[in-house]
């Protein structure tokens, strides 16, 4: 099934090396898949996390400091621990059947930040390197306010405020 982004179309072509998008009735994005993460998908969220997260904030880190964290945050039983978590979902973006990124909300109990009980909370949306600038962060973004508001609830952003592309992009 084609994962809808919401974009104008001026906007969802941005630049030559995003194949994946083509201008359909509604603004499309072919080639996508979206795929609720269970505990089986833990290596390939495990491997996404590393990248993504190394990806953006290496530059600001000492090697050491990258290291402990992303042993602590992306520990395959830390992911197992938080996958097996009721109030908290993955959901994996595939391009061509590639992981190319993904999204993690959280309900009250497991939000970072307010633990409000009316609010779903963006923890995470992480977008590989290569596949930035085509749409598919917006389409992640989408993906959560849609389930916010299916649920009744308002979309918070958690400690991904902190990364200064996403909050650009806002």
Known sequence: ?????G?????????????????GKESAVMGLSLKKCTIQDVCVLRELSIKTYFET????NTPENMDA?????????????QLEDSNSE????????KPAGYIKLNEAASQTDIHDKNSLEIE?????SEFQGCGLGSALMNLALETARERGRACTIGPIIHNRQVVQRL
């Open 57 to 60: 904030f290496a530059p600001f």
């Open 7 to 23: 974009l104008p179309c001026d906007k969802l072509i941005r630049k030559q090396s995003c194949r994946y998008f083509y201008l």
């Open 1 to 5: 099934a084609a994962l809808k982004t």
């Open 90 to 97: 993955f959901f994996l973006l595939l391009a061509d059947g």
């Open 69 to 81: 964290y992303l042993k602590n945050a992306f520990g395959r039983e830390e992911l197992c621990r």
């Open 124 to 128: 995470r949306i992480y977008v590989s």
